[in-house]
């Protein structure tokens, strides 16, 4: 465990606190995230948030109180040393910052411009808690570092340990897997990731649009583990091309299981079937994976003028926004409850708005219309209004009879969860799997399954869930593997 | 990136590759497919396996040029690479002694039809092939449904091989002069559909290996769904294979003509840059 207090007596950081007066420092506005113009994004592919400059980033630090009790760190799922990068950072050092996010985090770039800071770390800060204050801008300053250290050419990789020879696979290669990886790297082991798709990086390549996270960020952080020793094979399905069993011949000696939560849902209303409607997934998988978009590539994609995206969680507004720049003129969010309950990040709620996307909030699709040829032309929408709170805490969307009406439309995208995928659970005999949920069970301390050389963790355990949570238990998997395979030796 | 080794046309539009993939040869079984995609800019194009060659470590895959992918493909050589080849999906085939089992195939459906007849035959089966297609030239691999068949029946729409007619009129006449235990049929979507029209006459049991548009093939994107005795179900992880008069073949149709547009306009565009 890192001692937090050891380390905030050293004598750098008592200096640097008093360098400037705790009124100073709290007095002092949050900074404001630059943002490519909301009018010109919409026909660009581009990020959106442009990115602190170091001057904005030094300044942002001196916010930063570093508390003897760093209660931030708690907030964070993968336990970032916070009030030390930050320090880093007043003190210019920016690839010192940078190597502290790196000792816990495996993917410090992509975590900054996709974590919900706001309900992590950031929850979690003296401003947010005590001063009734906006928050240290923990992550806009993650991101500036990682991205400072990336485009210094001299980003460090991490020390591994002496290798031990002990092969472990990694089946899916989203970001549990990629946080696994690089512990069992660093520990020493032989490492493999198992991708089934022909690209590295699951859900940050298939459906994290690249006006949110770009590609290029993502593979460098691939090519880092590259570096570490960690081998890559696309294009192989675990249970499929190969099964477990032979891999366990061919002396891998721990298995940890990330395949995501693949399988989308759908609503089962009439019409559904209907051309021009997908989930999510395949909408954003045609357009990020396959950049359907392109002229250059051979995936085709619906466009439209009026498209509607059904749901309020992230990958909602990923699609809506996709749908915006792909030319719709009315990009749509039908969501059954109101905006207080929905998932998204506020964040990415505020970017759709700005970009002239339409918020139909308590309302609900319950039937899709389409022509003779099957394509959707329009969905009949119910009112709902909010009744008593349900299992989640939120309250529970009641549809208001008689309240439907139509709304012309030539797309729609379903975007109202998944699954966790089939193939790997059903090909592995005597795996636990929760019979209503499909989640893989494990050990809450180690993450490890009923069969004691699997382990598992992000969306095949949880269901659903974020980028952070997902590399929080990889590397809860990769302590736990490597606790199992010292004790099995 | 997967080799060609061999390459054959069974008729103008109709290709054969053996290609290497050492692990899907030993890991696939009948009725199993691959999706393959070519070079960076490719798409993912679902494609079944006819032949396996363990010791080769060859998979051998038929296609027929349709759109920009498959001619694509078609062009491709002998020691040229297909970029992915990624596989075996899809269940495999439930294979038992049934008792007579009519397989028909129509155009390129046959080939996947193949590795299901030869271990229907092995499991001791008595086995009647229907071979369909709208011409003789469009006839593929019949030599080798021949040697796990007891009978092979050849239909062509124009009469110029075998018998003339569609592939139900062969149908019937078996079914007419002996009882069939099951019915496996792999073709076209509307083929399929009239197979399962004739069978459910005669209530012999049917399965139906389905063609549908797909993505990642592995159960994420829901573009292959379907609906089957009312449910949505998804092509790639519950099927390709289903119970044949269950199928919402009409919806199937109007699904798998979802792109339509984009395809022409796609093909168009190929054709004149070539």
Redesign the interface.
């Known amino acids: 465990m890192t001692d937090y207090k050891s380390e905030r007596e050293q004598q750098w950081r008592v200096d640097l606190r008093k360098t400037i007066p705790a009124k100073e420092r709290t007095n002092q506005e949050r900074v404001e995230m630059p943002m490519q113009d909301a009018v010109a994004r919409r026909s660009n592919n581009l990020e959106v948030n442009l990115g602190l400059t170091a001057e904005m980033a030094v300044k942002e630090s001196h916010r930063c109180l570093d508390c003897a009790n760093p209660t931030c760190v708690t907030g964070c799922p993968v336990n970032v040393n916070i009030p030390k990068f930050i320090k880093k950072i007043e003190a210019e050092d920016f690839l010192g910052a940078a190597a502290v996010i790196k000792e816990t985090s495996t993917l410090p770039a992509v975590c900054g411009r996709v974590c919900p800071q706001e309900k992590q770390c950031e929850s979690q800060c003296f401003y947010t808690q005590k001063l009734k204050k906006p928050a240290v801008a923990i992550g806009y300053l993650e991101r500036f570092a990682a991205d400072y250290e990336r485009e210094s050419g001299k980003m460090s990789i991490p020390e591994v340990a002496k290798p031990n020879g002990i092969k472990v696979a990694a089946i899916g290669s989203g970001p549990a897997s990629l946080a696994w990886a690089a512990d069992m790297a660093r520990f020493g082991y032989d490492v493999t990731v198992y991708e089934a798709l022909h690209e590295i990086g699951g859900v940050l390549k298939y459906g994290i649009p690249e006006f949110r996270l770009p590609k290029k960020i993502v593979d460098v952080e691939i090519q880092n583990l590259a570096k570490m020793g960690v081998k890559f094979e696309t294009n192989t399905i675990i249970g499929r091309t190969i099964s477990l069993d032979t891999l366990r011949e061919r002396g891998v000696k721990a298995f940890f299981i990330g395949a995501g939560a693949g399988l989308p849902r759908f609503m089962n209303i009439p019409g559904e079937n209907s051309n021009g409607i997908f989930s999510s997934n395949e909408y954003l998988t045609r357009v990020n994976l396959m950049h359907a978009a392109d002229p250059a590539y051979d995936t085709p994609v619906l466009r439209g003028k009026n498209i509607i995206v059904v749901g309020g969680g992230n990958t909602a507004m990923d699609s809506v926004r996709t749908a915006k720049r792909l030319g719709a003129e009315r990009a749509m969010i039908v969501y059954r409850r109101s905006e207080q309950e929905m998932p998204a990040r506020l964040e990415e709620v505020h970017h759709a708005k700005e970009e002239g996307v339409e918020f139909m909030t308590l309302n609900n699709p319950v039937e899709y219309i389409a022509d003779e040829k099957g394509r959707v032309k329009q969905a009949k929408i119910q009112k709902m209004e909010l009744g008593e709170p349900d299992a989640s805490g939120r309250r529970s969307p009641v549809p208001v009879e008689g309240s439907e009406y139509l709304v012309d439309c030539e797309g729609v995208v379903v975007a109202v969860g998944v699954s966790p995928n089939p193939i790997i659970t059903s090909a592995v005999e005597g795996l636990d799997v929760d019979p209503k949920r499909r989640t893989i069970t494990v050990n809450p301390e180690t993450n490890q399954s009923n069969i004691p050389d699997i382990f598992a963790g992000g969306d095949i355990v949880r269901g659903g869930a974020t980028v952070i949570l997902a590399m929080g238990d990889g590397r809860k998997a990769a302590a736990g593997a490597h606790q199992w395979l010292s004790s099995q030796r | 990136m997967n080799k060609i080794v061999n390459k054959e046309f069974f008729s103008e539009n109709v290709v054969m590759f053996e290609v290497e993939a050492p692990?899907?040869a030993k890991?696939r079984k009948p009725g199993n497919f691959v999706i393959i995609?070519l070079g960076e800019?490719?798409?993912?194009v679902p494609l079944t396996i006819a032949k396996a060659d363990e010791e080769r470590g060859t998979i051998t895959i038929v296609a027929q040029r349709i759109g920009?992918?498959t001619y694509k493909l078609a062009n491709l050589n002998v020691g040229d690479y297909i970029?992915?080849?990624?596989?075996?999906?899809g269940h495999p085939t439930h294979i038992y002694k049934a008792g007579t089992v009519l397989a028909c195939g129509g155009g390129v459906g046959v080939a996947p039809l193949l590795p299901i007849v030869k271990a229907m035959k092995e499991a001791g089966n008595r086995v009647v092939s229907i071979l369909a297609a709208r011409n003789k030239g469009l006839i593929i691999l019949e030599d080798e449904i021949r040697k796990y068949s007891d009978e092979v029946i050849i239909m062509t729409d124009d009469g110029s091989y075998g018998k003339k007619g569609v592939v139900t009129v062969g149908m019937e006449d078996v079914i007419a002069r002996e009882k069939v235990d099951l019915c496996i049929a792999i073709g076209p979507a509307i083929m399929m559909k009239f197979c399962a029209l004739t069978t459910q006459k005669y209530e012999i049991p049917t399965v139906v290996s389905l063609n549908t548009i797909m993505?990642?093939g592995?159960?994420?994107?829901?573009?292959c769904?379907?609906?089957v005795d009312g449910k949505?179900r998804?092509v790639c992880?519950d099927g390709p294979e289903f119970d044949a008069h269950k199928v919402d073949f009409n919806?199937m149709l109007?699904?798998m003509?979802?792109?339509k547009d984009?395809?022409k306009e796609?093909f168009e565009a190929y054709k004149n840059a070539q």
């Open positions: 692990e899907i890991s995609r800019k490719g798409e993912r920009v992918s970029h992915d080849v990624v596989g075996p999906l993505v990642d592995t159960g994420m994107c829901g573009a769904r379907v609906k949505t998804f992880v919806e109007m699904r003509g979802g792109y984009q395809e796609a």
